[in-house]
């Protein structure tokens, strides 16, 4: 059974059961446990998975509003999420040049994707060079000069050589002086075996000696990923894996093991044959694939925000109408503190969009923060009264725009009249229900038909 399948069965059964005792978790325990290692996951990690999942369940309790069921199956996704290599820090290649040699078994998308990190890295301010050290395939050169020169993006290669180490060697020579920040070097996949394509990477590795190897995974092979893992990773560690072809259907199931066999976490993963077609990983969303069950991922997200604190008192508050222009600032100074904005700031009914741009925010809040401190007390408790020249006034004072007072106020009145029909829409319904992350999907039909 694919890894993916046997996690969903597993996820599956525990869901349907009638209890979530301790029981049940065992045997969840037991489920997952069997697929993990049957995808050649290591045991220690394994067991390290199994011990955290059943010490949390039994340890904490879940939060307002969540079910037992649901709160276990989050300790097991966020598990699973710690396998996959957690949540990244953003790649930041070190050294000057930082060389970066990409390996990876012929067709594996060595090429585009050497072709797509530059150009990322360019887009994100590195001076990045590229060699070509790949002899088997004089395309590949043509292709990646194609790609890259008019981006300014330098790409070393000889026509007419057949000596890839020296080629390799000579290429980072010639780009060094350029001042360079990276150099990324594309090696060639196509050999007669297996064998003699490990030699050659051995000897490249040895005489370039490069900061980082990067492990080009075709995410479509299934379980063949944790043996051409190892087989590389046995060359050289392995600092992390490229994730191509992932925009077709494959689950993409052997990554898990052939992170979990090298240690080695995905950075990147290929989303097309295009340049741009790159992404960085998200272990969400490779879950929420994996699983194949989009609900799960609703699901995470309902328990993640529950576990939101936002005191009782601040609740009451909203719900009471006495919910002042200040009250909605120190609001959302609180929920810019609590990290990941757009799911946190999602749970307050205060921006229609989706994804919100963090700095923005920060330099929002501090207009908003400088407009409210120049009103009067009678301004603040009473909004209405604010009429063009208040408002002009208000401007003046904070240094900002008339226009930013007008949508400070605008807001504030969106966020109350949403506050009185939800008070109308939940009725007595229990604190709890709000903070349990309801409110957002209130929220969500509202703001949509408004
Ligand atoms: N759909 C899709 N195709 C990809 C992706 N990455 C690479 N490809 C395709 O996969 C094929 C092989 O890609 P290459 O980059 O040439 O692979 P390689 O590892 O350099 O191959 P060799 O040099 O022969 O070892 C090409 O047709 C690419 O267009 C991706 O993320 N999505
Ligand atoms: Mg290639």
């Known amino acids: 059974m694919e890894i993916g399948e046997a996690l969903r ?72 999420v710690r396998l ?96 360079l920040d ?100 998200s272990a969400d969303r490779y879950l929420a694939r994996l699983l194949g069950m989009p609900d799960l991922a609703a699901l995470v997200e309902r328990v993640r925000l529950a576990e939101v604190k936002i005191s009782e008192s601040e609740v009451e508050k909203m719900m009471s109408g006495r919910f002042t222009l200040s009250d909605m600032i120190n609001q959302l100074k609180e929920v810019a503190k609590m990290g990941p904005l757009d799911k946190l700031f999602s749970m307050l009914p205060l921006q229609k969009v989706k994804s919100i741009d963090v700095e923005g925010l920060a330099d929002q809040l501090k207009r908003w923060e400088a407009i409210v401190n120049s009103m009067t007390p009678e301004e603040r408790s009473d909004p209405a009264i604010i009429d063009s020249s208040r408002a002009r006034r208000i401007a003046r004072g904070a240094g900002v725009a008339e226009k930013d007072v007008k949508q400070l106020i605008k807001r504030y009145n969106e966020t109350k009249r949403l506050m009185k029909t939800l008070k109308r829409s939940m009725g007595r319904a229990p604190r709890d229900l709000l903070l349990s992350g309801l409110v957002r999907k209130e929220i969500d039909r509202d703001t949509l038909k408004g």
Request: proline fraction near 5%; aromatic fraction near 4%; include cysteine.
């Open 84 to 179: 996959l290599g957690g949540v990244q820090p953003p790649y930041k290649p070190a050294g000057r040049p930082h060389v970066l040699v990409m390996v990876g078994i012929q067709g594996s998308g060595k090429t585009t994707s050497v072709a797509k990190l530059s150009n990322y890295l360019a887009k994100h301010g590195y001076r990045v060079g590229v060699v070509c050290a790949d002899t088997y395939r004089p395309a590949a050169l043509v292709q990646l000069r194609q790609l890259l020169q008019d981006k300014g993006i330098p790409v070393y290669g000889e026509e007419n050589s057949s000596d890839p180490i020296s080629i390799a060697r000579r290429g980072i020579e010639s780009l060094k002086p350029q001042g």
């Open 182 to 281: 990276v150099v990324i070097v594309d090696t060639a996949g196509r050999h007669k075996d297996q064998d003699s394509l490990m030699k050659e990477m051995e000897e490249i590795l040895k005489a370039l000696k490069p900061n980082e190897v990067a492990l080009v995974l075709d995410a479509t092979i299934g379980q063949r990923a944790r043996s051409q893992a190892e087989a590389f990773n046995r060359l050289a560690k392995i600092g992390w894996v490229m994730l191509t072809k992932m925009d077709t259907s494959a689950r993409a199931g052997g990554a898990l093991s052939a992170v979990a066999a090298t240690g080695a976490p995905v950075r990147f993963i290929g989303t097309g044959e295009y340049l741009e077609d790159i992404e960085t990983f």
């Open 9 to 80: 069965k597993a996820i599956s059964r525990f869901m349907g059961r009638a209890s979530h005792d301790k029981e049940a978790v065992e045997e969840l325990i037991r489920d997952i446990q069997r697929a993990l290692l049957s995808a050649d996951v290591n045991v220690e990690l394994v067991m390290e998975l199994s011990e955290n999942i059943r010490r949390k369940a039994s340890e904490l309790r879940p939060p307002p509003g969540v079910s037992r069921r649901d709160h276990v199956f989050k300790i097991l996704y966020d598990e699973l």
